[in-house]
C-alpha cells in the first residue's frame, strides 16, 4: 500500500482492529451510507455507517438526558448528528455567519451554534431528514465537514493572531494548503452530500492510505509565542518562525496527544517533540509524510495505541524522524528557538499593525445561543449584519471580531454591549475556563463538563477570593471522559470525568500548555475537589514564590510529582 | 305444467310452499332438478316421516333470519338477544353477521330482521356495505314474499342519525317487502328501547310460527364466538387490574398515547387478534364536585337510576355520562332549568349539533348554571344517559401475552371555553387510574377483523396513530404461530421523532424478519404533508402485486378521512396497476371484502 519500503519490524503484528475491517470494506468511506438516508425506520445509521459518516464530519448522537424515558417509550434514542465543519484557522465570513445562524435555528434540535476547540462550529442535533439538506446548504457558502472526524487529518488549526497580521496572514495561508493536502480524495462526500456523479476512475489514497489512518491525526500551525491552539495535544505542529516579521519556515514537533483509557497504563497524555526546523517549501512534503509514516507504522491492531504518539514511543523519536526524512528527502535542520509565553485569549480590543482593530469575545464554553438576559446569538448575527472584516473562532471556543475599521469600532462594540457579548463581571478566572460538550449530545460522555463548568468556576473564584487572590486565575478544564477534547492534561486543575459526579483531578500543567499534569484525587465528588483545592489554594497565596503560578507551586512543593516524560512518569 | 305457472289452488301445496319451491327450483340446473325429483318420491315412498309435515306448519320450515350490521358490536348484541326471545317462543331464528349474509338469499327469504347502526356521514357499518351495496343496486330483487323489520342503533349527536336503518327499511319497502312492524331508531341509551322493540316484534311474528315444532338459534356460518365461556361480559364486566400505563409518545409530542396492559387473570375471558376490549369508567371526581356545586345540589342526595337507589355522587361517577354530550340532554336540563336560551337552541338541531360537539355536559352547565330551586336530582340524572363503555382494539395477543391483554389509547385532551377537557375512558386509563388498581372490561369479539386462516397469506396492514393496535395484536399471533406468510404494516403519525408508536418493537420485528416491509408516513416532518396513502401509492406495483398473491388487507384508524382516502388509494392502484376500468377496480375491491380479504376496524 505504501510506495516506500514498509519495514516490518516497526509495524505491529496481529489480528487487525474491526476499524481496519470496515474503512477496508468501506468503498472509499461510501459504504451504505446513502441507503441509510432512505431508511425512514431508524433516525440512526445502521452498522459500520455509523463510523464512516465520521469521516464525513458527522457524530451520531442521543439526547442521553432522554434515553431512558424514550426506551420506556418504545422509542428508539433521539438520534441525530453532530456536525463539525471544516475551518482550517476558524475563519469564517460575516456572511457565512449569518446562513449558519439561521441554519442552527431552524434545523438543529439545540439552536445553538458550538465554538469548538478545534477552532470550528458544530451544529448539535441535526435530525436525519436535515443532514443532507445541510451539507449541500454549506457547500453553497463555501464549507464543508470532509475529515473533520475519523482516522484521518482532521481540521488544522492556526493562532489567532490578528495582531501581526501579516505573520498570520502567511501562517493561515499554510494552515489551509496543509489542510487541502491531507484531505482524503475520495469523491465519497461528493457524491452522497452533493449528489455529484460518480466518476469512472480508480480511487486511490496517495497520501492516507486506502484503508486511512490508524487513527485520528490533528495538525496544528502556531505563532509563538501564543499557543492558543496548544501544541501538546496535537500529531504535528508547525511551528512558525519569523525574520523581521516574515515567515521563513517551521520547527516540526510531533507525537502530542491527550487520550487516554482509565485502567490502561499503555495510554498516556503525551507532549509533543522536536523533529527539527524546516524552510517552507518542504511544508507540504514534510506534513505528508509525518502522515504516511504514522499510516504505515502506527498500531492497526490495538486502537488505544494507535495514535502517533506511542507509534514514536513504540518505534523511537530517531527512527520516526529517519523514516520520514528520508521520504521527504531532505533532513531536517536544528531546531529554532521559541518560546511560549501565553495561552489564553486576549479580551477586548487590539490594534494589528495593519491598523485594523480586533474584538476577542468571551463566549463561555463557546455555546452561541441566546440566553436569558443574554442574546448572544442575536448579537453576533446583528454583528455580522454591519461588520466588514471577518470572524475568527479560537481554539479557546472564543471568537474573534477581526479587521475592523477603526470607524466601525463603536458601532460593533456597542452591539456586543446591548446583547451580553461583554460582561466586565467575567473573572479571569472564568476566561481561562474550558470544557468539552459532554452531556447530553456527546456519547462517551462519562459525567458533565459543560454544563457543570460554570457553577464550578463559580466556586473556585470564591475560593480565590477567600485566599485573596480573586485577581489571579488558574487554568482550569474539565472533559467528560479521557478522551481528551476540554484539554484537561494541560491544565493546571483538570479534572477527567469518571461517572456522574466523579471525577479524578490532575494537577501541575502550567499556564504555557507545555507540562502534562498528574493524577491528584481519584474518582472523587465536588466536596472533596473543592476542599481540597481550598487548602492548596490556601497554600498557594501563602507560599507561592512571586509569580507562581498555581502548576509549578504543585510541582516545587512536592503536592504532585513532575510528569517529564508520559510514557514512564504519568502513571508512576 | 310449469313450475313459474303453479299456483297453489292448482297444488296441494299451500301459496307459501309454492313460493319456496320456486325459490328452490330456480336455483337449479337440469340436473339438480332430475336428482331433486327423484329425491322427493323416495322419500315419499318410505312414508315421508322425515318431511311429511300438515299443510298448516308450512311457516315451521321458515325462521326468523336476524342479521346486523354492526361498528362496535351493539346491534349484533341486540340481534342475538332478538334471537334468544325467539328460541323462548320456539321461533326458528338464525343471527347473521351482514358481511356473512348471501345477498342472493334476500329473494327467498321469508323474515329478514336487520338490526344496524350507522356510521360517519350515514354510512353503513363495514360489514354491512355490500349487502347494502347490492340492496341499492340494479341487481337486487323484488321482494313480495318478503316481511321485514329493522332497528336503527345510533347516536343523536350525530347528523345522521340511524340513516342506514332508514334507508334499509324504505329500500325493502320499496322492493315490495312487508313491514311487520315499525322501524324504531334508537339513541346510545338503547338497552330498554331494544328489548320492547324485540318483544313486540316477537309477539307480532309468534302467530306466524305458533305450531312449529322445534326452534334453534344458529350463529350461522358458525365462525363468530371461539371466545371461552366466561361469566363476564357487557352486562357483567370483570373487575381487572391495570398492571401498566406507560406513555409512547415523546416528550415533545402533541398527542399522548399510552400503552395500557391489563391483567385477566382469574376470568376466563379470552380473545382473538382483532376484538375489542370494553372498558367502563368513573368519571373524573372533580368535574362531579363542580357539577354538584354549579347545579346546588347534594352528593348524598339519594336519586333512582335503574330502579336502583343510590347517591348522586355515586350516580355521576360512574353510572352516567358526563363527557360525551347529546342533544337529549340540553332539552331535558333546559325545561328543567327553565333556561329561555338554552331551550330556543334545543329545538334547532343543526346549531345544536355543533354547540355540541365542542362540549362536554361539564360546559352546558357552567353555560348555563342553575339553582336546586330549578332542578332536582332527580331530574338532573333524568337528563343525563347511562355511561356506554369504550371499545379499544385490543393490542396484545393471548398467544404472546397469555393473561395480559393490551391496549394503545390516545388521551383526549384539549382546551376549550379556558378549560382544560379530558376524555372520559381514556383520562380514567391516563391519569386517574393507578397501577394496581382495577377497572371493568369486558371482551368485544370482531369477527370481521380476522387473520387469513392459513398463516402463508401474505397480511397488508394499514394502521396509522392507534389505528397501530390490532397489527399489533396480528404481529405477535404471526410470529407466535411461527406464519410464513409476509407481513406489511404502513404507518402514520405527526412527527417522526415524537410519534413513531411501538417503534422499538417494529424494529425488532423488521429485523428478525417478521414484518417483511414497514412503511411509514410522518405528515408534519416535511413541508408537503405525506399519509399512509401517499405510501401506498408510492408502492402501488408491488402492493397489486401482493394483492394478485392473495393478500388480505386491513385497514384501522380514522373512519372519516384516512380509511376514505386509503380506499380511494386502493381503488386508483387496483385501476391503474391491473389496467381496470374504475368500475372494474371497484368491483375487485367489493370481491376482496366478500371474501374477507379486505377488513376494517375504523372509528
Known amino acids: 500500500m505504501s510506495q516506500y519500503p514498509i519495514k516490518p519490524e516497526l509495524q505491529v503484528s496481529g489480528k487487525l482492529s474491526d476499524n481496519e475491517r470496515l474503512k477496508a470494506e468501506s468503498d472509499h468511506l461510501r459504504g451504505t451510507i446513502k441507503q441509510d438516508l432512505d431508511d425512514e425506520i431508524t433516525g440512526g445509521f445502521n452498522g459500520d455507517n455509523f463510523m464512516l459518516v465520521r469521516f464525513h464530519g458527522m457524530y451520531q448522537q442521543d439526547d442521553r438526558d432522554i434515553r431512558a424515558e424514550r426506551a420506556a417509550q418504545k422509542l428508539e434514542p433521539l438520534h441525530n448528528v453532530m456536525l463539525r465543519a471544516r475551518m482550517p484557522g476558524g475563519i469564517i465570513t460575516p456572511k457565512q455567519w449569518l446562513a449558519i445562524d439561521q441554519f442552527a435555528a431552524e434545523k438543529t434540535l439545540y439552536g445553538s451554534i458550538r465554538l469548538t476547540t478545534r477552532q470550528t462550529f458544530q451544529f448539535h442535533g441535526v435530525l436525519k431528514p436535515h443532514i443532507k439538506p445541510m451539507h449541500q446548504f454549506l ?98 505542529n508547525f511551528v512558525a518562525i519569523a525574520e523581521n516579521g516574515k515567515l521563513i519556515g517551521f520547527n516540526v514537533l510531533v507525537g502530542g496527544g491527550l487520550a487516554m483509557t482509565f485502567g490502561d497504563t499503555s495510554t498516556y497524555p503525551r507532549k509533543a517533540e522536536a523533529l527539527g526546523f524546516i524552510s517552507l517549501e518542504h511544508t507540504l512534503k514534510v506534513a505528508e509524510h509525518v502522515v504516511t509514516v504514522q499510516r504505515d507504522y502506527g498500531d492497526r491492531v490495538n486502537r488505544k495505541n494507535a495514535k502517533t504518539k506511542y507509534t514514536i514511543d513504540r518505534i523511537g523519536v530517531d527512527t520516526f524522524k529517519a523514516e520520514v526524512e528520508q521520504r521527504v528527502g531532505v533532513p531536517f535542520s536544528p531546531a529554532r528557538p521559541f518560546e511560549f509565553t501565553s495561552r489564553g485569549d486576549r479580551f477586548g480590543w487590539v490594534a494589528g499593525i495593519d491598523g485594523k482593530h ?25 454583528i455580522a449584519s454591519v461588520h466588514q472584516g471577518d470572524f475568527r473562532m ?110 479524578n483531578v490532575y494537577l501541575g500543567g502550567n499556564k504555557i500548555g507545555t507540562r502534562i499534569p498528574k493524577l491528584y484525587l481519584d474518582n472523587v465528588g465536588e466536596s472533596q475537589i473543592l476542599s481540597e483545592l481550598d487548602n492548596l489554594i490556601g497554600r498557594w497565596a501563602t507560599e507561592r514564590n512571586s509569580g507562581e503560578c498555581f502548576g509549578d507551586f504543585v510541582i516545587r512543593t512536592g503536592v504532585v510529582a513532575e510528569v517529564k516524560v508520559s510514557k514512564t512518569d504519568f502513571h508512576a | ?115 344496524t347502526s350507522t356510521y360517519g356521514e350515514g354510512e353503513p357499518p363495514e360489514n354491512a356495505v355490500s349487502f347494502y351495496n347490492f340492496l341499492f343496486s340494479k341487481k337486487a330483487p323484488k321482494v313480495p314474499q318478503l316481511k321485514f ?57 309468534e302467530p306466524e310460527f305458533a305450531r312449529a315444532p322445534s326452534a334453534q ?250 389505528g397501530i393496535a390490532p397489527f399489533r395484536a396480528f404481529l405477535q399471533e404471526r410470529d407466535a404461530r411461527g406464519a410464513s406468510g409476509k407481513n406489511w404494516l404502513f404507518f402514520g403519525n405527526p412527527h417522526f421523532t415524537q410519534d413513531f408508536l411501538y417503534q422499538t418493537e417494529l424494529q425488532g420485528y423488521l429485523k428478525q424478519g417478521l414484518l417483511s416491509k414497514l412503511d411509514v408516513a410522518f405528515s408534519r416532518d416535511s413541508a408537503e404533508k405525506v399519509y399512509v396513502q401517499h405510501k401506498l401509492r408510492k408502492h402501488a406495483a408491488e402492493l397489486f402485486q401482493w394483492l394478485e398473491q392473495g393478500a388480505h388487507v386491513y385497514i384501522c384508524g380514522d373512519a372519516n378521512r384516512m380509511a376514505k382516502d386509503v380506499h380511494q388509494a386502493l381503488l386508483d392502484i387496483v385501476q391503474q396497476q391491473g389496467g381496470k376500468s374504475a368500475e372494474q377496480a371497484q368491483l375487485y375491491l367489493d370481491e376482496l371484502r366478500v371474501a374477507k380479504r379486505y377488513q376494517k376496524d375504523v372509528y
Open chain 2, 149 to 205: 323489520a329493522v332497528l336503527g342503533l345510533g347516536d343523536t349527536s350525530y347528523e345522521f342519525f340511524c340513516k342506514t336503518a332508514a334507508d334499509f327499511d324504505e329500500r325493502l319497502a320499496e322492493l315490495g317487502g312487508q313491514r311487520l312492524q315499525a322501524r324504531s331508531d334508537l339513541d346510545v341509551d338503547y338497552d330498554a328501547a331494544a328489548d320492547s322493540w324485540n318483544n313486540a316484534l316477537i309477539n307480532v311474528v
Open chain 1, 139 to 236: 457547500n453553497s457558502i463555501g464549507i464543508d465537514s470532509i475529515a473533520t472526524a475519523g482516522d484521518v487529518n482532521r481540521n488544522v488549526l492556526c493562532t489567532s493572531n490578528p495582531v501581526e497580521s501579516v505573520l498570520h496572514q502567511q501562517a493561515y495561508q499554510w494552515a489551509v494548503k496543509i489542510s487541502e493536502h491531507l484531505l482524503p480524495k475520495t469523491r465519497a462526500y461528493a457524491e452522497i452530500w452533493l449528489d455529484e456523479e460518480k466518476v469512472e476512475t480508480t480511487e486511490t489514497e496517495p497520501v492516507l492510505g486506502e484503508n486511512y489512518l490508524p487513527r485520528k491525526f490533528k495538525t496544528t500551525v502556531v505563532i509563538p509565542p501564543h499557543n492558543d491552539i496548544d501544541v501538546h495535544a496535537n500529531d504535528l
Open chain 1, 394 to 503: 479560537t481554539a479557546n471556543q472564543n471568537l474573534i471580531i477581526a479587521g475592523v475599521p477603526a470607524e466601525q469600532k463603536a458601532l460593533i462594540e456597542q452591539l456586543a454591549r446591548d446583547h451580553g457579548l461583554i460582561d466586565e463581571s467575567h473573572s479571569e478566572q472564568r476566561k481561562n475556563s474550558m470544557a468539552c460538550v459532554s452531556f447530553p449530545t456527546c456519547p462517551l460522555a462519562m459525567a458533565e463538563a459543560e454544563r457543570y463548568l460554570p457553577e464550578l468556576v463559580t466556586k473556585v473564584e470564591s475560593l480565590l477570593a477567600k485566599h485573596q487572590l480573586a485577581d489571579d486565575h488558574i487554568v482550569l478544564r474539565v472533559t467528560g471522559c479521557p478522551n481528551g477534547c476540554g484539554r484537561a492534561m494541560l491544565a493546571e486543575v483538570g479534572l477527567v470525568g469518571r461517572a456522574p459526579g466523579k471525577y
Open chain 2, 217 to 466: 338459534v344458529i350463529n350461522w356460518p358458525g365462525q363468530a364466538a371461539p371466545v371461552a365461556a366466561s361469566q363476564y361480559n357487557k352486562q357483567q364486566p370483570f373487575a381487572a387490574e391495570l398492571y401498566t400505563n406507560q406513555k409512547i409518545t415523546g416528550r415533545d409530542s402533541a398527542k399522548d398515547v399510552r400503552h395500557i396492559e391489563i391483567s385477566l387473570e382469574g376470568s376466563g375471558l379470552t380473545y382473538l387478534p382483532g376484538d375489542a376490549l370494553g372498558v367502563y369508567f368513573e368519571n373524573d371526581p372533580v368535574i362531579v364536585t363542580e357539577l354538584l356545586s354549579l347545579t346546588g345540589l347534594e352528593g348524598t342526595a339519594q336519586v333512582n337510576l335503574a330502579n336502583q337507589s343510590l347517591s348522586l355522587t355515586d350516580a355521576l361517577t360512574s353510572q352516567l355520562e358526563l363527557t360525551q354530550s347529546y342533544p337529549a340532554f340540553v332539552e331535558k336540563y333546559a325545561a328543567a332549568s327553565g333556561n329561555d336560551a338554552l331551550q330556543q337552541l334545543a329545538t334547532d338541531k343543526t346549531a345544536l349539533r355543533s354547540y355540541l360537539a365542542v362540549r362536554q355536559i361539564i360546559d352546558i352547565v357552567r353555560e348555563y348554571p342553575v339553582t336546586s330551586t330549578s332542578i332536582s336530582a332527580q331530574q338532573l340524572v333524568d337528563a343525563l344517559r347511562k355511561q356506554q363503555p369504550r371499545l379499544y382494539s385490543i393490542a396484545s395477543s393471548q398467544a404472546e401475552v397469555e393473561q395480559e391483554v393490551h391496549l394503545t389509547v390516545a388521551v383526549v385532551r384539549y382546551d376549550a371555553f379556558g378549560q382544560p377537557h379530558v376524555g372520559g375512558a381514556s383520562g380514567y386509563l391516563a391519569e386517574r387510574l393507578a397501577e394496581g388498581d382495577r377497572i371493568k372490561v369486558f371482551v368485544e369479539q370482531n369477527n370481521n377483523f380476522r387473520l387469513p386462516a392459513n398463516d402463508d397469506t401474505p397480511v397488508i396492514m394499514i394502521g396509522p396513530g392507534t
Open chain 1, 358 to 382: 480586533h474584538l476577542t469575545l468571551f463566549i463561555e464554553n463557546g455555546r452561541v445561543l441566546d440566553f436569558p438576559g443574554k442574546p448572544l446569538k442575536t448579537g453576533l448575527a446583528a
Open chain 2, 1 to 115: 305444467m310449469l313450475l313459474s305457472s303453479l299456483v297453489a289452488q292448482a297444488s296441494p301445496l299451500s301459496e307459501q310452499q309454492v313460493q319456496q319451491l320456486q325459490g328452490l327450483v330456480s336455483q337449479l340446473n337440469p340436473i339438480q332438478q332430475a336428482w331433486v325429483s327423484g329425491y322427493l318420491a323416495a322419500s315419499a315412498q318410505l312414508g315421508g316421516a322425515q318431511t311429511a309435515a300438515p299443510a298448516a306448519a308450512a311457516a315451521s320450515s321458515a325462521s326468523l333470519t336476524i342479521v346486523y350490521g354492526s361498528q362496535t358490536g351493539n346491534a349484533r348484541h341486540v340481534a342475538e338477544a332478538l334471537a334468544s326471545l325467539a328460541k323462548a317462543k320456539n321461533i326458528a331464528a338464525k343471527v347473521i353477521d351482514l358481511a356473512d349474509y348471501k345477498s342472493s338469499q334476500l329473494k327467498n327469504e321469508q323474515y329478514l330482521i336487520i338490526v
